[in-house]
């Protein structure tokens, strides 16, 4: 009998399970104190695996030279993020709507802010940040940079309540805080705007590239070859059908599978979005942002399987919703996106059970799920049981 099967086993790990629950039900609720490795974790050396040092993905790259990431400033950077300090009333930190097991996204439609509101939107991953080709932020796009994002949530009267003197106060007066930033930013001050690098850091250290596809990619010899021989003739069949037929890749493109701006796919005919507040984009791009027009961030697909519900209103539940729509469901409108219209109708490309199943079998290819148990990401808020229990 396999040792796994044994009541006795079985009854230790129940026991351990409901702890380790237990310890990250409490560690949210109050403000704790981290626990850090004597010696940082690499964030800093960590690099891309072959086939994605690529320019066609590090000239995406969006890190400043002003804030270069360091071993020190993501740790840092960790810590917030992981901090219910960083909320009005010590009840939510980023994690709470951005979960690790989750590849850094929410699985509620629509997230709790600190006061118990639902968010205008349905969260979003973050594991690919750093080489985000879109450059834009947010579902309609209105952050430029992280450094300038990191800072809305903690001040978002739903997510987080702060000010950010209140913020810079309060991260003052907690013990641990000005050792981070010395070993972050060379002195003990503590200011905005390195609360905002350090999660900068922390946010673009996490890059999912560990997963199945990526495996098969870089076995391969020829850079963009296909078939991968490292992927079923399901998986591959889905490859066709994303390049092909699917217009998949024309907005999810490159290796990243990430789009080049804000877009319309087809949701809605009529657009009832709120929030945004019809911003217009600062370049003048056709896409503009906001209430109206339909067009949202053209997410990367990298890690999708964990991070469902999808859209940014999380309407659909699962991936094969997600197919269904591009299968049947897409919707004209004035800014439906022209890769999926043709003349006045949108395109329905109809595909058979196989075909549905072929396009999600392949996105399960992009899941990376190291990144969902990697220490150098976890709250460090919850302490691990003692070694050999
Ligand atoms: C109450 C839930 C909540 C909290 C707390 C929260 N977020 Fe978010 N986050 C969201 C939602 C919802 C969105 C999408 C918002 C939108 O598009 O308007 C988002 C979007 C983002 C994005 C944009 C990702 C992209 O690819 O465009 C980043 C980065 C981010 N959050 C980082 C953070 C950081 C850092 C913190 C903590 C300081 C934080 N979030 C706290 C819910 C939350
Ligand atoms: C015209 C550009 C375009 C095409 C073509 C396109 N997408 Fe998208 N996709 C988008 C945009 C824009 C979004 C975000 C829309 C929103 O949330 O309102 C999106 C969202 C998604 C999401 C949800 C991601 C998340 O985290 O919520 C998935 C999955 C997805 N697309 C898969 C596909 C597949 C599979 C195909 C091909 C069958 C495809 N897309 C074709 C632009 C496109």
Redesign the pocket.
Known sequence: MPIASTPRFRLASLALVSVVTLGASFATRMAGTPVLPETPYDYASAELPLHLQHSSVLRWDNTPDDNPITDAGATLGRVLFYDVRLSQNETVSCASCHRQEHGF?DPRPLSIGFEGEPTD??S??LSFARYDRTRRFF?DGRARTLEALTLEPIQDPVEMGMTLDALEARLEATAFYPGLFADAFGTPEVTSDRVAKALSQFIRSIVASNSRYDAAREAEEELFGRPLAGLTEQENRGIE??FG????????SGDMFV?NG??????DSTFT?LGGGGRRDPLGLKTVTGRGR????????RN?EL??????????AT?EE??D???TGVRISPT?????RRGGRPIR?S?TDDERAA??A??RTLTDTTLTTDPRWSDPFVSRAPAGQ
């Open positions: 996204s939107r349905n979003m991953a579902w059908l994303f037929e699917g217009r998949c890749e024309q907005c999810h789009g804000l877009l319309n796919n087809g949701l979005d339909g067009a949202f961030k053209t997410v990367s697909l999708v991070t469902a519900p999808y859209m940014h209103d999380g309407r659909f991936l997600v197919v729509h591009y299968s439906l996106d022209p890769r999926l490309p595909f396009l999600v392949f996105l």
